[in-house]
């Protein structure tokens, strides 16, 4: 299985800036594409930027030019390592930001998620 846990959240004034870190672990599989998800108060869970393998990025139009996604490969894959450097925040950045890793286990594809962290921007 594959273990995700995030950090970096906070609290930050508008215009501000946080980065938040994701380590994927713990998996004998490839983990493929992961990405950055985010939900808001009684809103669904909504993608921000995920990276491929190769480094290949996307982005909700909210968030490029402002948002930045860069992933670290450990040698043996054994580690991957996400990063997500927000900029220029807005009070509409605020949500529950999560992380995913995507994997295939079994000819089948399997995500594998964080617990979570607040990031919160006052206007």
């Known amino acids: 299985q594959v273990q995700v846990v995030e950090s970096g959240g906070g609290l930050v004034q508008a215009g501000g800036s946080l980065r938040l870190s994701c380590a994927a672990s713990g998996s004998m599989f490839r983990i493929n594409d992961m990405g950055w998800y985010r939900q808001a108060p009684g809103k669904q869970r909504v993608l921000v930027a995920t990276i491929t393998s190769g480094g290949s990025t996307n982005y909700v139009d909210s968030v490029k030019g402002r948002f930045t996604i860069s992933r670290v490969i450990s040698r043996d894959n054994a580690k991957n390592t996400v990063y997500l450097q927000m900029n220029s925040l807005k009070p509409e950045d605020t949500a529950v930001y999560y992380c995913?890793?995507?994997?295939?286990?079994?000819?089948?594809?399997?995500?594998?998620w964080g617990q979570g962290t607040q990031v919160t921007v006052s206007s």
């Open positions: 995913a890793a995507d994997t295939v286990v079994a000819g089948s594809p399997l995500r594998a």
